[in-house]
């Protein structure tokens, strides 16, 4: 059975394309993927990921204007945490994806016998 899909209009697809662009930026994914375990504060996130406070609060901005983590205040402190729970599934459906692929991938970068190796 396979699994119809509607077609979007064209502020559907803005939106959808936005979305995919909040999650293009490698740092945004890192701080996903430490926010999958829980709360965190940006000192924390800072120290996890070993670089700035505002490089930090730049992206965490971002998710947040994004709708994808929601942040609240504890005294001086700003602590976030995943506002979207489809963030999950999404994850767990692109690092599937990619395993199945791993070994195809890995197949295609080998070169072929009998071709000499440059380099």
């Keep these: ?14 939106l959808i394309a936005h979305r995919f662009k909040l999650l293009s930026e490698p740092t945004r994914l890192r701080l996903l993927q430490l926010l999958m375990t829980g709360e965190k504060s940006v000192n924390e996130l800072v ?10 609060s730049k992206h965490l901005g971002i998710l947040a204007d994004g709708g994808l983590v929601t942040r609240r205040k504890v005294g001086i402190s700003t602590i976030y945490r995943i506002a979207d729970p489809s963030i999950f599934t999404l994850c767990d459906l692109v690092c599937h994806s990619l395993q199945e ?3 195809e991938v890995l197949q295609l970068l080998r070169p072929d016998e ?6």
Excluded at 47 to 56: K, L, R
Excluded at 114 to 119: A, D, M, R, S, W
């Design 1 to 14: 059975m396979t699994e119809q899909h509607l077609p979007f209009g064209d502020r559907a697809l803005e």
């Design 47 to 56: 120290s996890a990921t070993n670089t700035t406070q505002a490089n930090i």
């Design 101 to 103: 692929r791993g070994e």
């Design 114 to 119: 009998g071709e000499e190796q440059t380099g």
